[in-house]
């Protein structure tokens, strides 16, 4: 199978899973019909959107293959005429959650390679590609975007994702691999993460004039000058 075939379809399933969580998150809002539309487009497609504007490698996917839009209005209407139980749904929300980002991660990564761009815009593509649906659709309901933290963690674990892509590809081995590898791993390690409460460190304590201060007059030289001091008064 081609690497463009593989892509495509991965990227068709981020589509789907995504725009059923953006439905999901219309729902819990209690938006009408054309919000469940417009958050879950904004959701399925915005990611892939951003990604292939940057790569400026043609129009956007989106818009030039005719199944992306039907596909991401597939899964906002699926969120529409079902309804979970709370219970039920942060089960799946977070499962689902975690496969679509390893997903998205995986394609965005594999698209720009295949482009010709090196490893580190790669993976800055392929976490982009993963995290920017959701946090597009966050501040269109108006709240902090999960990627900024509070949610186990979520970009670290998608630029995780997209550097094992780019590691096996530099290998040379079957993008295939690659994709499963990026995709197990992740998945695990997201859903880990969410269990047991891991996320990245916020802003330290440390006041920046003491932190200053000693870089300027450490506490070796001021006991120096003391002893001088000393020494000269005896």
């Not at 539309?37 to 043609?58: E, K, M, N, T, W």
């Not at 394609?107 to 976490?127: E, N, S």
């Not at 995709?183 to 006041?207: D, H, K, Q």
Request: proline residues 4%.
């Amino acid at each position: 199978m081609r690497v463009e075939t593989i892509t495509t379809v991965l990227d068709l399933v981020g589509v789907f899973i995504n725009s059923l969580l953006g439905g999901s998150v219309a729902r819990r809002r209690e938006l009408d019909l054309f919000g469940y539309v417009v958050i879950g487009v904004v959701s399925g497609l915005g990611g892939g959107l951003i990604r292939d504007v940057l790569l400026q490698h043609g129009p956007p996917l989106a818009l030039t293959n005719p199944l992306y839009i039907p596909i991401a209005l597939a899964g906002a209407g699926v969120a529409f005429l079902l309804k979970f139980t709370e219970r039920d749904w942060n089960r799946l929300f977070y499962v689902l959650d975690a496969i679509a980002l390893c997903v998205w991660a995986v394609a965005g990564a594999q698209r720009t390679l295949a482009v010709g761009l090196g490893w580190l815009p790669a993976i800055l593509l392929g976490t982009t590609t993963a995290v920017g649906g959701g946090a597009t659709r966050d501040l269109l309901v108006q709240r902090v975007p999960a990627v900024f933290g509070g949610n186990g963690l979520y970009a670290s674990v998608a630029a995780l994702v997209a550097a094992l892509q780019v590691i096996c590809s530099a290998l040379g081995a079957p993008t295939v691999v690659g994709t499963s590898v990026g995709v197990v791993v992740g998945t695990a390690l997201r859903l880990v993460a969410y269990r047991r409460g891991w996320e990245l460190p916020a802003g330290l304590e440390w006041e920046a004039r003491d932190v200053i201060g000693k870089a300027v007059h450490p506490p070796l030289r001021r006991d120096r000058r003391r002893n001088r001091r000393r020494d000269g008064d005896d």
